[in-house]
Protein backbone atom coordinates (compact mmCIF):
# COMPACT_ATOMS: atom_id res chain seq x y z
CA UNK A 1 0.00 0.00 0.00
CA UNK A 2 1.21 3.16 -0.97
CA UNK A 3 1.74 6.25 1.73
CA UNK A 4 -1.12 7.52 3.26
CA UNK A 5 -1.63 10.86 2.89
CA UNK A 6 -2.60 10.91 6.39
CA UNK A 7 0.89 9.78 7.66
CA UNK A 8 2.53 11.62 10.18
CA UNK A 9 6.04 10.39 12.11
CA UNK A 10 4.32 10.30 15.45
CA UNK A 11 0.76 8.58 14.96
CA UNK A 12 -1.99 8.48 17.88
CA UNK A 13 -5.04 6.29 17.80
CA UNK A 14 -8.03 5.90 20.53
CA UNK A 15 -9.39 3.00 21.78
CA UNK A 16 -12.43 2.23 23.79
CA UNK A 17 -11.59 -0.32 26.31
CA UNK A 18 -14.17 -2.83 26.56
CA UNK A 19 -15.48 -5.48 29.40
CA UNK A 20 -13.93 -8.35 27.47
CA UNK A 21 -10.78 -6.91 27.69
CA UNK A 22 -10.47 -6.66 31.54
CA UNK A 23 -10.11 -8.56 34.65
CA UNK A 24 -13.17 -9.43 36.98
CA UNK A 25 -12.17 -5.94 38.80
CA UNK A 26 -12.73 -3.95 35.53
CA UNK A 27 -8.92 -3.22 34.80
CA UNK A 28 -7.44 -3.99 31.14
CA UNK A 29 -5.95 -7.32 31.19
CA UNK A 30 -1.52 -7.41 30.56
CA UNK A 31 -2.17 -9.18 27.27
CA UNK A 32 -4.66 -7.29 25.95
CA UNK A 33 -2.63 -3.84 26.60
CA UNK A 34 0.00 -5.38 24.96
CA UNK A 35 -2.27 -6.02 22.10
CA UNK A 36 -3.53 -2.86 21.86
CA UNK A 37 -0.10 -1.48 21.59
CA UNK A 38 0.83 -3.93 19.24
CA UNK A 39 -2.30 -3.00 16.59
CA UNK A 40 -1.60 0.83 17.25
CA UNK A 41 2.29 -0.11 15.76
CA UNK A 42 0.51 -2.01 13.11
CA UNK A 43 -1.58 0.62 12.41
CA UNK A 44 1.24 3.35 12.38
CA UNK A 45 3.15 0.51 9.59
CA UNK A 46 0.11 0.81 7.51
CA UNK A 47 -0.14 4.91 7.19
CA UNK A 48 3.30 4.66 6.51
CA UNK A 49 3.44 1.79 4.03
CA UNK A 50 5.72 -0.51 5.83
CA UNK A 51 2.39 -2.87 6.68
CA UNK A 52 2.98 -6.80 6.72
CA UNK A 53 0.92 -6.47 3.29
CA UNK A 54 3.60 -4.41 1.86
CA UNK A 55 6.43 -6.79 3.41
CA UNK A 56 4.55 -9.76 1.72
CA UNK A 57 5.54 -8.46 -1.89
CA UNK A 58 9.28 -9.29 -0.64
CA UNK A 59 8.54 -12.59 1.47
CA UNK A 60 9.12 -10.13 4.54
CA UNK A 61 7.54 -9.60 8.06
CA UNK A 62 7.80 -7.62 10.96
CA UNK A 63 8.57 -9.79 14.47
CA UNK A 64 8.40 -8.30 17.37
CA UNK A 65 11.16 -10.40 19.56
CA UNK A 66 10.90 -7.68 22.88
CA UNK A 67 8.92 -5.59 24.82
CA UNK A 68 9.26 -3.21 27.79
CA UNK A 69 6.28 -2.26 29.49
CA UNK A 70 6.45 0.01 32.20
CA UNK A 71 2.98 0.68 33.79
CA UNK A 72 2.32 3.18 36.17
CA UNK A 73 -1.62 2.70 36.72
CA UNK A 74 -3.91 0.37 34.55
CA UNK A 75 -6.72 1.47 32.23
CA UNK A 76 -10.12 0.35 33.19
CA UNK A 77 -13.33 -0.61 31.65
CA UNK A 78 -15.25 2.16 29.56
CA UNK A 79 -11.85 4.11 29.64
CA UNK A 80 -10.97 6.10 26.34
CA UNK A 81 -7.10 5.31 25.85
CA UNK A 82 -4.70 7.03 23.40
CA UNK A 83 -2.03 5.38 22.42
CA UNK A 84 1.11 7.45 21.10
CA UNK A 85 3.69 6.00 18.69
CA UNK A 86 7.10 6.45 17.09
CA UNK A 87 10.11 4.78 15.38
CA UNK A 88 13.45 5.13 18.33
CA UNK A 89 15.38 3.07 14.99
CA UNK A 90 15.18 1.61 12.34
CA UNK A 91 18.29 0.23 10.81
CA UNK A 92 19.11 -3.00 8.55
CA UNK A 93 16.90 -5.74 10.18
CA UNK A 94 16.07 -3.81 13.24
CA UNK A 95 13.83 -1.37 14.15
CA UNK A 96 13.02 -0.06 17.95
CA UNK A 97 9.53 1.64 18.48
CA UNK A 98 8.08 3.91 21.35
CA UNK A 99 4.66 3.73 22.91
CA UNK A 100 3.07 6.00 25.11
CA UNK A 101 -1.14 5.22 26.70
CA UNK A 102 -2.54 8.04 28.09
CA UNK A 103 -6.10 8.69 29.72
CA UNK A 104 -7.28 11.90 30.12
CA UNK A 105 -3.54 13.32 28.76
CA UNK A 106 -2.44 11.63 31.54
CA UNK A 107 0.81 9.08 30.48
CA UNK A 108 0.04 5.83 32.49
CA UNK A 109 2.06 3.29 30.32
CA UNK A 110 5.13 3.85 28.40
CA UNK A 111 6.37 0.71 26.17
CA UNK A 112 9.57 0.16 23.95
CA UNK A 113 9.21 -2.48 21.53
CA UNK A 114 12.00 -4.45 19.38
CA UNK A 115 11.48 -5.58 16.11
CA UNK A 116 13.22 -7.63 13.27
CA UNK A 117 12.41 -8.48 9.85
CA UNK A 118 12.10 -11.80 9.03
CA UNK A 119 12.03 -13.38 5.48
CA UNK A 120 9.22 -15.15 5.57
CA UNK A 121 10.57 -17.70 2.91
CA UNK A 122 14.18 -18.66 4.36
CA UNK A 123 13.12 -17.61 7.72
CA UNK A 124 16.03 -15.23 8.36
CA UNK A 125 16.41 -11.98 9.27
CA UNK A 126 16.45 -9.28 6.36
CA UNK A 127 17.31 -5.78 5.49
CA UNK A 128 13.91 -4.21 5.09
CA UNK A 129 13.49 -3.53 1.40
CA UNK A 130 11.08 -1.16 1.31
CA UNK A 131 11.28 2.45 1.54
CA UNK A 132 11.02 3.91 4.64
CA UNK A 133 13.32 7.78 4.50
CA UNK A 134 9.94 9.34 5.18
CA UNK A 135 9.98 8.05 8.67
CA UNK A 136 11.27 10.66 11.36
CA UNK A 137 13.77 8.93 13.84
CA UNK A 138 13.12 9.94 17.28
CA UNK A 139 16.16 8.26 19.10
CA UNK A 140 16.35 10.40 22.20
CA UNK A 141 12.48 10.56 22.31
CA UNK A 142 12.40 7.22 24.94
CA UNK A 143 8.37 5.82 26.73
CA UNK A 144 10.38 3.98 29.05
CA UNK A 145 12.56 5.03 32.22
CA UNK A 146 14.79 1.93 31.44
CA UNK A 147 16.08 -0.09 28.79
CA UNK A 148 15.55 -3.37 27.52
CA UNK A 149 17.10 -5.98 30.01
CA UNK A 150 17.31 -10.01 30.30
CA UNK A 151 14.71 -11.14 32.44
CA UNK A 152 17.35 -12.76 35.45
CA UNK A 153 15.42 -16.33 36.20
CA UNK A 154 18.41 -17.30 38.47
CA UNK A 155 17.06 -15.56 41.29
CA UNK A 156 17.15 -17.72 45.01
CA UNK A 157 13.18 -18.39 45.00
CA UNK A 158 11.13 -20.05 47.56
CA UNK A 159 8.17 -22.36 47.45
CA UNK A 160 4.91 -21.42 49.03
Same mark, same amino acid.
Given at each position: ????????????????????????????????????????????????????????????????????????????? +?? *?????? #???????? !???? @? %?? /?????? +?? *?????? #???????? !???? @? %?? /???????????????????????????????
Amino acid at each position: MPISQDFTSIFSKDWEINFTQCLPNGFLKYTDLCNILQLTAAAHSELGGISFSDMQEFNQAWVLSRMRVEINELPKW +KD *VVTVKT #WINTLENS !RSVR @A %LE /LYVNDK +KI *VGCETF #WAVFNTKI !RRPQ @A %LA /LPFAHFELYPEQKATEKPFSKININNETEMV
